[in-house]
């Protein structure tokens, strides 16, 4: 008998949770009170002026980028999770190759 090695353990697929609102507009509060305090920070540090890595930094562009960026993210996880929607059988007549009608 010939030892064998032993399969490798499927990945068990990670079901995300549906968001929660309450949850998502906390979080977003917590990310704004967050940078407002990043760019104090980065105000004092600076000498006064809002730069970072050669960028002009403003409170609005910022809290911009990260509510978009926060958006993309959910409807990515909307759509890695949705399942491929079809239309229910007979909601639509089936139509016959070549033959057009209005």
Do not use: H, W
């Not at 490798?8 to 507009?25: C, E, G, I, T, Y």
């Not at 920070?41 to 006064?48: M, P």
């Amino acid at each position: 008998m010939v030892a064998r090695t032993p399969q490798k353990q499927r990945k068990v697929a990670m079901v995300v949770p549906p968001l929660n609102s309450d949850l998502l507009k906390e979080t977003i509060n917590k990310v704004d009170k967050c940078m407002e305090r990043l760019q104090e920070l980065q105000y004092t540090i600076a000498g006064g002026t809002k730069v970072v890595s050669g960028v002009n930094l403003s409170p609005r562009s910022t809290r911009i980028y990260l509510k978009t960026s926060l958006r993309c993210k959910q409807e990515t996880l909307r759509i890695k999770n949705a399942t491929n929607k079809k239309s229910p059988v007979g909601k639509f007549p089936a139509s016959s190759p070549g033959k057009f009608s209005l």
